[in-house]
């Protein structure tokens, strides 16, 4: 490609850039709302299937028989001969304090199941708005930007419900200041665990997008990262203290998934450094 091929490739990118500040708005009014309304589409679907989700999903991880702790059992007996591994004693009891609390929490459970359902069109929205504003190639090169995002995003999903949620929950329902004491929990509490848990992981699973794009714009850079990477590690066992039970297991579980995460930041941020470098020798 010429130079002058690569002149008129800008213009044209900058023509349509040209939009003022309210057409902005308006762009972003617009992917807003068709994002609320995918939202708003999965939440009936999600509302119709409720039943399925209350007692298949949300009840999942109360119940012996899910999948983890079997999981977990037939590990146990693999590799220790023994059920050192497998759940025991395992027994919560749900109640509802509000008149209308079971109703409302269909509700809350239906818009939850919702959001998780409709991230990927949600995630297209940003990208559809966002396109505009980027050049042929860095279009080209952030051209699998909804796959990565939605992969990691469930990925960290997928992570908080199989993996955190069963290690909590059992844990919390296992631990007792008293036999006196038992342990009927509030099934408002238990929804809004479990939600914290599976959409904090989804979203803390997205750490490399988020480092590539303060890569691209010169916030952060590998020489940084390798530098404080010390501290970085000292964040993610806080983060991890803070998200699991206090137990050192769940604690390690989670620490070694995030800063993998983060080790694959530091990679892509010298590939956008690479690739930036690449362009500069390019037009100069």
């Not at 709302?33 to 007692?55: M, N, P, W």
């Amino acid at each position: 490609m010429s130079l002058d091929q690569v002149d008129i490739d800008n213009e044209s990118v900058g023509e349509e850039k040209e939009m003022s500040f309210f057409d902005h708005v308006d762009e972003l009014r617009k992917h807003l709302l068709r994002a609320a309304l995918g939202i708003v589409f999965f939440t009936i679907i999600a509302f119709v299937y409720i039943d399925y989700i209350f007692h298949g999903i949300i009840l999942g991880p109360l119940r012996k028989d899910f999948f983890t702790y079997r999981k977990l059992c037939e590990w146990s007996q693999a590799y220790y001969h023994n059920d050192q591994l497998c759940v025991k004693d395992f027994e919560i009891s749900l109640q509802n304090t509000e008149m209308a609390g079971q109703f409302m929490m269909s509700f809350k459970l239906a818009f939850l199941v919702g959001i998780i359902m409709a991230m990927p069109f949600i995630l297209w929205q940003i990208w559809r708005f966002i396109k505009p504003a980027l050049s042929n190639k860095e279009i080209k090169n952030t051209r699998g930007f909804v796959f990565y995002t939605t992969g990691l995003f469930l990925t960290g999903v997928a992570f908080g419900y199989f993996i955190l949620c069963p290690i909590s929950i059992n844990f919390f329902a296992r631990y007792s200041l008293s036999t006196l004491v038992k342990n009927e929990i509030n099934i408002q509490s238990i929804v809004s665990f479990m939600s914290v848990l599976v959409l904090g992981t989804g979203l803390i699973f997205e750490l490399p997008v988020l480092m590539y794009f303060l890569a691209r714009i010169g916030i952060i850079t590998s020489e940084f990262l390798k530098k404080y990477r010390k501290y970085a590690f000292i964040i993610i066992l806080i983060i991890a203290a803070i998200v699991t039970p206090p137990d050192i297991v769940s604690q390690v579980i989670l620490t070694i998934p995030l800063y993998t995460l983060f080790e694959m930041g530091v990679i892509i941020t010298k590939r956008v450094e690479k690739q930036k470098k690449q362009d500069e020798q390019q037009f100069t």
